[in-house]
């Protein structure tokens, strides 16, 4: 692959076999696998592995309470505490061997650290030290000279302190319960949080109701329309036509209005994601505003810290309460590589031209990734070097050098080896649909960032025309291509109609970078199942541990019915739609198998409406009763006056 040659250890060699080939071949991972976990020597240590570490940033303003976001998470992370937990006795052991597919944990590791911290107009620290018998909590008033008022027992073993987490985590809600401050200093916050994890490092997860309005790091929310010679106007002008009508120009100062508040407000986030990532920090938001917060601005801190952005729009505990708490989970239960690097090298003869993820630059091909985990996602354009002999094969290899959460230090290297061919139809028919729509959706947000969402839609438009055009009869896969793309030009994250909401595609955007290439095709192009007539099998495990589900059917008017209930699952949402001339009680019946509960809901609910009107007729014959005798002793002191 790169032509270097190495001298052979002495223990290494072992005789070949008949067919010239090590006899070892198979026993060794590293020379017949694509992927292999190498335990990393102490040359790339620079300093003890560190353990796994989470600080928990929360908002506690007034939003934050009202909504329930502050009683979801106190639940969730008390869930995760050992004694809490039934399989907390074999956590200690809880090792991911290399190569095991059980990526989660279901409590947290014997090793771990933890902290929590809450903000409003003002900072909130916590002592969690194991021997007071109740939290002390320290309040910073001043946040433009933030301080750590502890030296210590901010961070604690979770083990270790774990009664004082859990006394703390539930008379959290109910200290901040009746808090009326609305202002936010999130992003002096965020800084003195960063102080917390200088010395070590780890993940901050920050829970976000309010937009930051006091302090540092503040947002524009209504952010000041710009000049008519301003570059936002520039776009949309160039190359446009009459748009003196009224209905042209609604649409015109909505995209307008859209290009700005896709752009951050300041480079300040992007800045502080770069200072925080030299000391193995990544920051995982989980937004959760009444309104907007304008992710625009913030959401730089996450992408180039190497973390992750979660959504919920106007939320609400009744609507997001479990999304929240399953993501949560997953953000603190799956197996994460902490203080990692990576390099991408490729054959001689070719170069990257171009890396989407998230993720930091360190020198010209080092990606700094403070956290990792498999859901993220990383890819690369290449392109060919001019005036250098190809090979028939081109290799692809990624190198991660990383700690795992029992504080060994590995390299994992994925190597991937590409035949090189000069016949364009051998290229187009070899293609994977998920990949290239994958791809091409990362290349059209750059695009869209840089620009407006037109210019997105039409690089998208284009590639898949010259991808097409280069087939005389086109392959399978490829016919599967023109599907995607108009999923992925009617998706929220490139409808060019002006009425997406900025933070809305922003996340959309954060979604469609991260999300796996197996769920791309989902998102961009929904599974519709047919709920009416599963058989007996569909919904049981198979040999393989996995749920039977009935063959999905194609998204169009024709397989659907009035007399049908379908469900539709687009990797984050499961919509169903029932026929007008589905009977529902039976429906829910069979579906649900809760018949009981559906009877006893719908007698409820007809009982109540004939109290209601029981009531209404009480009310009404009252009123005609007094109605009536008010004219009667009018009438007859009338007639007796006169």
Wanted: with cysteine; aromatic share 14%.
């Amino acid at each position: 692959m790169c032509y270097n040659v190495n001298d052979t250890p002495q223990f290494y060699y072992v005789p070949l076999d008949e067919k010239g080939k090590r006899k070892d071949l198979f026993q060794r991972p590293e020379l017949c696998t694509g992927s292999v976990d190498f335990i990393a020597p102490s040359d790339y240590m620079i300093r003890p592995p560190q353990p796994p570490v989470y600080l928990f940033l929360i908002d506690v303003t007034v939003t934050s309470v009202n909504s329930g976001l502050l009683d979801v998470v106190c639940d969730t992370i008390k869930k995760l505490l050992p004694k809490n937990n039934d399989s907390a006795d074999s956590t200690n052991a809880n090792t991911t061997p290399s190569g095991s597919n059980n990526n989660k944990r279901t409590t947290f590791d014997s090793r771990t650290l933890i902290g929590i911290m809450t903000f409003d107009s003002t900072i909130h620290f916590y002592n969690l030290n194991s021997n007071l018998k109740q939290t002390q909590m320290l309040v910073v008033s001043d946040i433009q000279d933030a301080f750590i008022p502890l030296a210590e027992d901010i961070l604690v073993n979770v083990y270790e302190c774990q009664n004082v987490i859990s006394n703390l985590l539930d008379n959290l809600p109910n200290i901040w319960r009746n808090n009326k401050i609305s202002d936010s200093c999130a992003g002096n916050a965020l800084k003195t949080a960063f102080l917390v994890l200088k010395k070590i490092g780890g993940k901050l997860l920050f829970f976000l109701s309010s937009a930051p309005n006091i302090g540092e790091l503040t947002v524009n929310i209504k952010r000041e329309k710009k000049e008519k010679t301003s570059s936002y106007k520039s776009i949309y002008t160039s190359g446009s036509g009459n748009t003196s009508s009224a209905g042209n120009n609604s649409t015109y100062d909505a995209k307008l209005r859209e290009v700005e508040m896709l752009t951050p407000y300041n480079n300040a986030y992007t800045e502080l994601a770069q200072t925080i990532t030299q000391y193995q920090i990544a920051v995982d938001l989980f937004a959760c505003p009444l309104y907007g917060i304008d992710l625009a601005s913030i959401y730089p801190l996450v992408k180039h810290s190497g973390g992750s952005l979660y959504y919920y729009p106007q939320f609400n505990v009744h609507q997001y309460s479990d999304r929240l708490r399953e993501e949560l989970l997953f953000t603190l239960t799956t197996e994460v590589a902490w203080e990692s690097v990576m390099r991408i090298r490729i054959s001689r003869g070719w170069k990257i031209t171009n890396w989407y993820g998230n993720f930091q630059f360190r020198g010209a091909d080092l990606l700094a990734l403070p956290n990792c985990h498999s859901s993220q996602n990383f890819s690369i354009i290449v392109d060919l070097e001019e005036n250098v002999v190809q090979d028939t094969v081109v290799y692809v290899q990624s190198a991660l050098l990383y700690t795992n959460t029992n504080g060994e230090r590995r390299i994992r290297l994925h190597t991937f080896a590409l035949p090189v061919t000069q016949n364009i139809k051998t290229i187009t028919d070899s293609i994977n649909p998920e990949v290239v729509v994958s791809l091409l959706a990362h290349q059209a947000i750059e695009v869209c960032k840089k620009g407006k969402i037109a210019d997105g839609r039409n690089l998208i438009q284009s590639l898949c025309s010259q991808v097409l055009s280069s087939q005389m009869l086109p392959s399978n896969s490829s016919r599967l291509l023109p599907l995607y793309i108009l999923g992925m030009l009617k998706s929220l994250a490139f409808r060019d109609s002006g009425d997406v909401p900025p933070d809305v595609r922003i996340y959309q955007w954060a979604r469609v970078e991260n999300i796996s290439v197996e769920s791309i095709e989902a998102y961009f192009y929904p599974k519709m199942f047919s709920l009416h007539n599963l058989e007996k099998h569909h919904g049981n495990y198979d040999e393989n541990n996995a749920i039977i589900l009935p063959n999905t059917l194609s998204l169009t008017c024709e397989n659907m019915t009035q007399d049908g209930c379908y469900l539709l699952e687009d990797a984050e949402n499961l919509l169903m739609w029932i026929g007008r001339y589905v009977p529902i009680l039976s429906m829910c019946v069979r579906l649900y198998t809760i018949s009981f509960f559906f009877i006893f809901y719908y007698i409820h609910i007809y009982i109540y409406i004939y109290i209601y009107m029981l009531h209404l007729f009480i009310c009404f014959f009252f009123f005609f009763f007094f109605f009536f005798f008010f004219f009667f002793f009018f009438f007859v002191h009338y007639f007796q006056k006169y």
